[in-house]
């Protein structure tokens, strides 16, 4: 089974010589590691090693990680998949949720834990397609920008995470993304303690900005799309035409409050949302989200949100 | 799984597909009922263009030992990368790959060309046809003969008006030549009033079944200036004969400052000057380019006043490929006798200093604004970009001319493009590669489509399946597209 995995992952670096990039069926992960560059290379080997079993560790239960979350019941039997389930479960008595709401934020803290495991690494990331883990050393800090539409290169904002902050998951949803979305929000980016939680917060803060039923969204059943997505006959949406302030502040209101319960509650500790260019903010007292000085000043560090 | 939807087993995955769909990878779709690979993809790596050894790519991420591959570079060319037609959708693929720290963009995509065609050089000397003849191919009107250029004829092939303004047959005829010759297969043409040539890019043309082999060093007369030296003393009096300007090294500037004495000779033709003489013959496919078989026939009667018995003449074609040699008799009448070993010499000279004859086949084709659209949001922005010399624009990773003016009409040579680098769509109209290069910040600056954005890598890390893209290295004499001057301009 690992023969074929092997044969079917691809590993390398990227030209810059600095990232390490794995793509295997639909995962993509961007890595890059900090420190010394003995310590960087053991753990990109650690990340790869890791990184070829990855799909088929997942695919052995997709059927369970495709039907809803339950607050208890059976656990998975994978590393990552646990993950995905721990993600979700806080919100599977309230709303409908499967697993891979979570998958790949679940993937990307998987490949950051054995990275940091195996070598001493002053900062990293592993982003798995806009979901990203982080690390940061005692000290260290990450420079996060986060764009407005992804189809505007411009920055609204960017926010330093300290190692001192909690935070070490930031993740992003959207109708616009590679996923299905039942919301319509352009895109929710939230920043939370692992990535896996981040992930599947964003899911659901981007599913709640939404107005039910407006003629304006093109709305599809996910069955129709794809026959055998986990959102079974749930209408995701397709397009969004131009709204209204009235409607664009209604539709946020209904994430906003959702994400500030989050926020409230759990590991969630800010969120961004995002609806034809009004951008509304969630942030408890601690953390900063500063103001971009310029819209097109790019952050020192790259972290793709 | 009822309404036709597929499963695809590249991945464990297996995603269900339904028609027009992509899987969850998005790199695999069902068309019509087919599992397609979205990207078939020429990727050109420039490894070896800088003279470094190629990194091969990992074949099993086991392989890997952990060192850092920096050693290549790629660039991702629009073959194969499919087109958006009707071109209201982004093209299909916009490429990030950071070069020198600065974020590059390639736009990708396959244009179609309904608007387009080649442009034929072919060396020979040989007439080919008069200009604006018509040029044929099975037997339908797809293109005419321009200028004469310097031991070269120029054909001009395609264009909308065979293309799509003519009858349906002419349309497939020509769409048919032109991929033919721009994937650099041979295609017999027939030129009306002229010769039949089979052209093939980057090989001799073959002009009425003969293999053409080298081009003439110049004319009739600037080789009689650039041998006279050679001849002197070894022969009495040379006639380079050529359908332009026949040269006679007696009569001739350079025979004359050697003090070369009178032959007597008697040219046929006009004398433009001494020793030069317009249309000694027909123009045709023999003697120089003209019609002639027995090079005595453009010669009258030697004067007898000045010819004496056992004068020695060479006459020679402009490529050295034909020649013969000639005494005169008692009644000077010339007289056919072997190559002297010490002539031999001069005329092996002329033929080695012609270079050899080929075709070459430039594509010439305009961007219309529906391309420029899957570029841009503005299409007139990328026009704008390409004349600042903003955004290099390539043919499948070879370097193009963009002309002047408005729009963007460009001509590459199909020989510096990957092989089979282009297709057709039935329209007819003519598929051809077409990148866009530029900074990821002036492409969103002119309106880009930055959500379709997706890194380099996106692309290249699938290059393990051979039918999804192919990996070419780049030709050390085409500049590297995402090199950092502004342009070839």
Known sequence: ?305 | MADDAIRCDACPVLCYIKPGRTGACDRYANADGQLVRLDPHVVLERAVSRGDTLVPFLEKSRDWDGALLSGEETFVTAIGAGTTYPDYKPAPFIISSEVAGVDMVTVVTEGIFSYCGVKLKIDTDRHLGAECSTVRAQGEAVGHVTTNEYGSQMLSLGGVRHLTGGSRHEGTATCDALLNLCNRQAVELKIDDGATVIVQADKAPIVDGVQEERMRVGCGSATIGMFAKQWFGKVDEVVVVDDHITGVLSEHQAGKLLGVPESGIALKGRRSTPGRYFRVAEPGTSWGGTNIDDPLSILGPFDGKIARHGLRLLMVSTTGEHHAYFELDESLHPVEKELPAALRESVERIRENCEPALCTVLFMGGAGGSLRAGVTENPVKLTHSVRDALTRVTCGGAPVYVWPGGGITIMADVSRMPENAFGYVPTPALVAPIEFTLKLSDYATLGGYMDHVRPLSSITSINRDEESHRRLTARPDNPWPMASEKSGK
């Open chain 1, 1 to 305: 089974m690992n023969h074929r995995a092997s044969n079917r992952a691809q590993i390398r670096m990227l030209p810059d010589g600095r990232r390490l990039h794995m793509h295997d069926g639909p995962i993509d992960v961007i890595v890059e590691a900090f420190g010394a560059a003995s310590e960087v290379e053991v753990a990109y080997r650690a990340a790869a090693d890791r990184f070829v079993g990855i799909l088929d560790e997942l695919c052995g239960e997709l059927e369970f990680l495709r039907r809803p979350a339950c607050e208890d019941g059976d656990l998975p039997s994978g590393a990552i998949a646990r993950r995905m389930v721990a993600a979700v479960r806080p919100y599977a008595s309230q709303i409908f949720i499967t697993p891979m709401a979570a998958v790949a934020g679940a993937v990307a803290e998987e490949i950051l834990e054995v990275m940091t495991s195996a070598a001493k690494l002053s900062r990293a990331y592993v982003n798995d397609g806009g979901d990203i883990a982080l690390h940061l050393a005692p000290g260290e800090k990450f420079v996060v920008g986060m764009v407005e539409r992804p189809d505007r290169a411009s920055l609204f904002g960017t926010t330093t995470i300290k190692s001192g902050d909690p935070i070490r998951g930031i993740a992003t949803s959207g109708w616009r993304g590679r996923s299905f979305s039942l919301g319509i929000a352009d895109a929710v980016t939230v920043l939370a303690d692992n990535a896996a939680m981040a992930d599947a917060a964003a899911t659901v803060v981007a599913n709640a900005v939404d107005l039910p039923g407006h003629s304006r969204v093109e709305r599809v059943r996910a069955c129709d799309l794809a026959p055998d997505s986990d959102l079974g006959e749930r209408l995701v949406t397709q397009s969004v035409e131009k709204l209204t302030k009235g409607e664009i502040r209604e539709a946020l209101e209904v994430g906003i409050r959702v994400a500030e319960s989050l926020c409230g509650s759990g590991p969630v500790r800010a969120a961004a949302l995002n609806l034809q260019g009004e951008t509304r903010i969630v942030v408890p007292v601690e953390t900063r989200i500063a103001p971009s000085p310029s819209a097109a000043t790019r952050v020192g560090s790259p972290v793709h949100a």
